[in-house]
């Protein structure tokens, strides 16, 4: 890092008043503190500056999605591979064009090359269009109120492309992006103002929107595998809203720990979703409460629901160590709870906003039969209470100090 920093010392110059690229100081600007703490100094005006720059702050989720992406990209690819070796047909679209006439490839599910390489026909175009359409938005907005464009969608365009199905219309991806970016963000006052997770309202924006297209066993998979009865598709959710799963199978649930599973492109994977953790907890950018507070609402729920039992809803049954490999449970937890603009604020604040969240998803798993994932719901919902949470925390807090003062 050391070494990185001089360069940046040896290039400010340029990049200064009065230097040859004095223009271009922005762009160097955005690098440097992307990459360290900025050391400006304030000269006029007594405010709150913290010692963490919002780009930093973004670009560290962003490096923490890293794993998570990759594994999208070969996982999309190995599903497909996976579903055509066992009797589906490639999609007709440009992506199987490319794949088999132009690069010459056959579908392999056991080549991780090729594999990575078909899921990456699917996912780079959909990160495409996500940064176009929502970029686009950002400007606008960013002209019309005069101000500069921030990087607040830094984060919105890396997450959105790893919420949805790898076979979604790219004209859905823009559309469902724009309206999250709008709706969610932009109406509010543009980054620090929402209120709700602009890539979860995208998405449930397609969901409601476009359901055929973002629920059922078909769009989790970049194959047509209508028809064909030795491969069902189905998400380890899906499998248990249907009927009994075999929850003893730890083989199974080894597979959907490590993300070998149909899904939405990054919430495969647990064990990814773990390592993205691990760099924002040591990097202090997600809060270990709200993480820990969903996890023991969901736990205290899917123990109670397990205690109960019922004869005519199987997901009863699903036992807590499957709830949270299954669907976008961990990716929920770990890259949407810990969103520090749509979150509770306050410590306190943040166990109840966590404890709520994990109340909900188990409460949407496992009572509403038609739609087995909960966590975009429960975090959008509680995303409408967070304000509410800190409001009577800080009362609270303002009440306990007036007892130690009369005292």
């Not at 991806?173 to 999250?180: Q, R, S, Y």
């Not at 028809?227 to 069902?232: E, H, P, T």
């Not at 800080?394 to 009440?399: D, L, P, T």
Request: hydrophobic share 50%.
């Amino acid at each position: 890092m050391k070494l990185l920093r001089n360069q940046f010392d040896r290039a400010e110059h340029l990049f200064m008043k009065g230097g040859r690229l004095e223009k271009l100081y922005p762009l160097y600007e955005m690098f440097d503190t992307m990459a360290f703490t900025p050391g400006h100094v304030t000269r006029s005006g007594s405010h709150v500056r913290d010692g963490l720059d919002l780009k930093r702050m973004m670009f560290t989720v962003v490096v923490a999605l890293q794993p998570v992406v990759i594994w999208a990209m070969y996982n999309a690819g190995y599903q497909a591979a996976s579903a055509i070796s066992q009797g589906a047909t490639p999609l007709d679209r440009w992506q199987t064009w490319v794949y088999t006439d132009l690069l010459g490839l056959a579908f392999d599910p056991s080549n991780v090359l090729t594999c990575f390489i078909y899921g990456a026909l699917f996912f780079v175009p959909i990160v495409a269009v996500v940064n176009a359409s929502g970029g686009l938005m950002e400007v606008l907005f960013a002209v019309s109120r005069k101000h500069e464009v921030n990087e607040g969608f830094l984060v919105t365009g890396a997450l959105i492309p790893l919420i949805i199905p790898p076979a979604i219309p790219l004209w859905m991806v823009a559309l469902g992006t724009m309206f999250g970016v709008v709706f969610a963000k932009e109406v509010f006052g543009g980054t620090g103002m929402n209120f709700l997770n602009p890539a979860l309202t995208a998405r449930a924006f397609l969901f409601f929107a476009y359901p055929a297209a973002m629920s059922g066993d078909a769009p989790w998979i970049a194959a047509d595998f209508q028809g064909v009865d030795s491969f069902s598709g189905a998400t380890i959710l899906a499998q248990a809203a249907a009927g009994p799963v075999d929850y003893g199978n730890m083989d199974a649930w080894w597979a959907s720990f490590i993300g070998l599973e149909p899904g939405s492109l990054g919430e495969t994977s647990a064990l990814l979703c773990l390592v993205g953790a691990a760099v924002l907890l040591y990097t202090r950018i997600g809060s270990w409460r709200t993480m820990a507070g969903v996890t023991i609402g969901t736990a205290a729920i899917v123990f109670l629901f397990n205690a109960i039992g019922s004869d005519t809803n199987p997901m009863f049954a699903m036992p807590f160590h499957w709830h949270i490999v299954a669907g976008g449970w961990m990716f929920g937890m770990v890259f949407m709870a810990t969103d520090p603009v749509s979150s509770a604020y306050t410590n306190t604040g943040r166990w109840w906003y966590g404890i709520g969240i994990g109340v909900m998803v188990a409460l949407v798993r496992v009572v509403n039969p038609a739609y087995p994932e909960g966590m975009m719901l429960a975090i959008l919902f509680m995303n409408m209470f967070a304000p509410l949470i800190d409001h009577f925390v800080i009362r609270q807090n303002v009440k306990r100090r007036k007892v130690r003062y009369a005292d």
